[in-house]
């Protein structure tokens, strides 16, 4: 099982690095100031990587504000007061528990040191069930043997000793009671092999900044953990000036800033990212009942795009933050494991009552149909735009062996969130063919985004537009000149086909457009 399990990984951490350095390589996620060697969970999007992130944000917006007549957008500041923060709780609770390794000066967060050992019980756990499966074959009754082997009932006492501790030290946020645990179970730091620990220490993970410059004095801001308190803020602003009425939902993507202690997995936990949120208004007691609705709209966004309906799963949250009453994630298969994209929480009044005590003004709600007021409970769909990303590059990215023994590397993209729509490609540099496929570009240009290529051989281009996603290449050849037709060729099956030039519009329209897209999910 070890050396199986060695191999899973090592395949899962291939994987991952080949996607890493082809976002890099095909323009699409550059290491932020990389002619300076980079700055630590900061990345920049490439030409190509721009073009899907605006994709993957339109097709967001578009299934919140065209499909939904109940739900409009807002562009709130990044910059905000400072009391916002403290109200909705990120000034005392935003925090990290961290501890340092006085040998190797390396900083860790001491919740992840104490759950990377109970990963670790628990794949002892998994170890003894898998041999034991082998040994007894056919006849193994796998739940029997979980309750009565000794050795799996001595891992699993040991580890719930691990888990309850650990679980009370983090409810009661007791920094001490986590650092003994650590030197309890001789957690080591992986880099010096030592346990010469610091304390622990809470860490807040907000960026701060100051405004203005004048001599009485400057004012310590924040950049936003997160983009849903410009949303709370400006709650009754939209509710009063939109004319609308609860359940109602205001939309908003933009960047958010955190200073992640363990920044790490590429463009999965950044410092600096983008979320695409929406918070729901509903009235007090009915939140469960749209909690369920989002879930579920939620999933079938996610699945319209066609990466696999097995990769996504919900992982519901047994301890809920206290002003939640119920929250899932909804988790996608990433190169290394399970993790979450999406958060939807139902918040209930927590935020909006908060504000209201700390600003003192009235957040309430006028109910017309029950004629009285309230502040308004809230369901929260909480994206990040770069983990959708990385998702998406993940489900996308696939190397082919093709029967001539050659492999090709293959952005599998959803056609309309692929950078690129379509390439034109005259087969030679030459005899008019460039004007011509240049007369095609002029024709399309306007409803896609198209690539004119006549370098190389057709089958280096074809390969070329395969490692960027783009679903169709259009070729212009000779007959081309006589016969307004071209040969269509499908970026998936690698099917060719001649058409007239006048019905391309309509081929490829049809499959790339952000209309069909949102119809699946309408439609599922
Ligand atoms: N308003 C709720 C909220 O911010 P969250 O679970 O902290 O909830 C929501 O974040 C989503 O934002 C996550 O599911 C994830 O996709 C994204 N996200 C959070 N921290 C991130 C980070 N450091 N880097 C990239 N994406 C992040």
Redesign the pocket.
Known sequence: FDTKHKRIMAQQEDVFKKLISHCKEYGFVFPSSEIYDGLSAVYDYGQMGVELKNNIKKYWWDSMVLLHENIVGIDSAIFMHPTIWKASGHVDAFNDPLIDNKDSKKRYRADVLIEDLIAKMDEKIEKEVEKAAKRFGESFDEALFRQTNPRVQEHVAKREELHSRYAKAMNENDLNELRQIILDYEIACPLSGTRNWTDVRQFNLMFSTEMGSTADGTMKIYLRP?T?QGIFVNYLNVQKTGRMRIPFGIAQIGK?F?N?IV?RQF?????E?E?M?MQFFVRPGEELKWFAQWKETRLKWHKALGLGDEKYRYHDHEKLAHYANAAT?IEFEMPFGFK????I?SRTNFDLSNHEKFSGKKLQYFDPELNESYVPYVI?T???V??MFLSVMAGSYCEEQLPDGETRVVLRLPAALAPVKLAILPLVKKDGLPEKAREIMDMLRFDFKCQYDEKDSIGKRYRRQDAIGTPFCVTVDHDTLTDNCVTIRFRDTMEQKRVAISDLAQIIGEQVSMKSLLRKIVNS
Do not use: C, L, N
Request: charged residues 45%; negative net charge.
């Open positions: 997160e849903a958010a955190r992640e920044a463009i999965f936990r950044m410092r990212f979320q949120e994630d979450e994209v999406e958060g929480h929260e909480s994206i990040g770069d983990r």
